[in-house]
C-alpha cells in the first residue's frame, strides 16, 4: 500500500490549519517531516492536494474530495488504537455554545470521564457561528450549539429544550412589576451577548417579531458579564434559564415575565456529515442524552440546574 497513515495524518492537519509549519506542531512532528509526507502523498499519485498561496495551502477539488475520507480513515485507526490499548476510546473533540459549555456540558464531560476511565474530551467553548465554522473544517467530532444554523455539510439533531429569560436586578423599577409589555421594553437600556450567539439571535428576532426597536447599551460575550452588570443596574439582560437558575433563586436577579415574546429554543447535536461518527463520539451523545433526559423526566438532580 503506498498511503500511510501517518500521510493521512499530515494531510488532515494541514487542510485544518492551511499552515505546515502549525500542523507539524500538532503533530508533534518536524516541519521537514510534515512537507515530506505531505509531498510522498501527492507525488505518489501524480494530485496535487492544495493550491501554495504564499505560506498558505488551501485545499484544491482534490483535496476536498479526499478529506473526508482520509478523516474516515483516520477515527477508524483510533478506535483500533484504542481497542489494541486495552479498550480505551478514542478522544472526542467537542464544541460547545456558552450556555452549554459554561453550565452543562462539563458536567456531561465529567460524567462520561467517569462511566468511561482512560477516555479523554477536548472541549472547546465558544458562540455558535464558531462552533459550526470548526465542524466545517473538520475540527470537531461534534458540537453542542443552543443556536439556529444551517449548512448542507452539517447534520442537526434535537437535544434538550430551553427558555431565554428577561430579567433585571431587584432594585429595577420592573422588578416590583414582575411583567413588561413590548412598549416598556423597548424603553429599557439593555446589556445581552453578542451577534453570533444563539442566545442573541433568539433575542432579536422575537424582539423584532413584537415591534420593540431594542436600546442594546453593552454587550458582552461572557453571561457571567452580563449577570453582573444587570446585578449592578446598568439595564436589563436576556439569557438561557439555565444559566439564571441560581440567581434567580438566590434574588440576586428578578424575572420579568414576557408572556408576548416566543423566547423558547432548543439545544441541538451537530455534526459533519462527512465525518465518521466513532463508538466514543456516540457514548459522549448518549451520556448527553441519558443525563439530561434523567433530570427533565424524573425530577432525579444528577444535573440540578436544568429547567
Not at 509549519?21 to 507525488?43: F, K, P, V, Y
Not at 468511561?116 to 465542524?135: F, I, K, M
Amino acid at each position: 500500500m503506498k498511503i500511510t497513515l501517518r500521510q493521512l495524518a499530515v494531510f488532515a492537519a494541514v487542510a485544518r490549519f492551511e499552515n505546515v509549519s502549525r500542523a507539524a506542531l500538532q503533530l508533534n512532528m518536524s516541519q521537514s517531516a510534515a512537507s515530506t509526507a505531505l509531498l510522498e502523498l501527492e507525488r505518489h499519485f501524480d494530485s496535487p492536494l492544495f493550491d501554495r498561496i504564499g505560506k498558505s495551502l488551501r485545499l484544491n477539488g482534490s483535496g476536498r474530495g479526499l478529506l473526508p475520507q482520509a478523516e474516515d480513515i483516520l477515527a477508524k485507526a483510533g478506535e483500533i488504537e484504542g481497542y489494541l490499548a486495552g479498550g480505551s476510546l478514542a478522544p472526542v473533540a467537542v464544541g460547545a455554545t456558552l450556555t452549554i459549555g459554561n453550565y452543562l456540558a462539563t458536567l456531561v464531560v465529567a460524567e462520561y470521564l467517569y462511566r468511561n476511565p482512560g477516555s479523554r474530551v477536548d472541549l472547546s467553548v465558544c458562540n455558535t457561528q464558531q462552533v459550526v465554522e470548526r465542524l466545517r473544517r473538520f475540527e470537531l467530532d461534534v458540537g453542542l450549539i443552543e443556536g439556529e444554523a444551517s449548512d448542507v455539510d452539517l447534520v442537526f439533531e434535537p437535544w434538550l429544550d430551553d427558555e431565554l429569560v428577561v430579567f433585571c436586578a431587584p432594585s429595577h423599577v420592573l422588578a416590583e412589576a414582575g411583567q413588561a409589555s413590548p412598549v416598556v421594553l423597548a424603553r429599557q437600556k439593555w446589556i445581552v451577548r453578542e451577534p453570533g450567539s444563539g442566545t442573541r439571535a433568539l433575542f432579536d428576532r422575537a424582539m423584532r417579531a413584537v415591534g420593540a426597536d431594542v436600546d442594546v447599551c453593552l454587550q458582552l460575550e461572557h453571561t457571567e458579564a452580563i449577570k453582573r452588570a444587570v446585578e449592578s443596574g446598568l439595564g436589563v439582560g436576556c439569557l438561557s434559564r439555565l444559566s439564571l437558575r441560581e440567581a434567580l433563586r438566590r434574588g440576586s436577579l428578578v424575572e420579568i415575565k414576557t408572556p408576548e415574546l416566543v423566547l423558547r429554543r432548543r439545544f441541538q447535536f451537530v455534526r459533519q456529515r462527512r465525518r465518521h461518527v466513532n463508538t466514543a463520539t456516540r457514548i459522549f451523545m448518549d451520556e448527553c442524552r441519558r443525563l439530561t433526559g434523567m433530570a427533565r423526566d424524573t425530577g432525579e438532580l444528577l444535573l440540578p440546574f436544568i429547567p
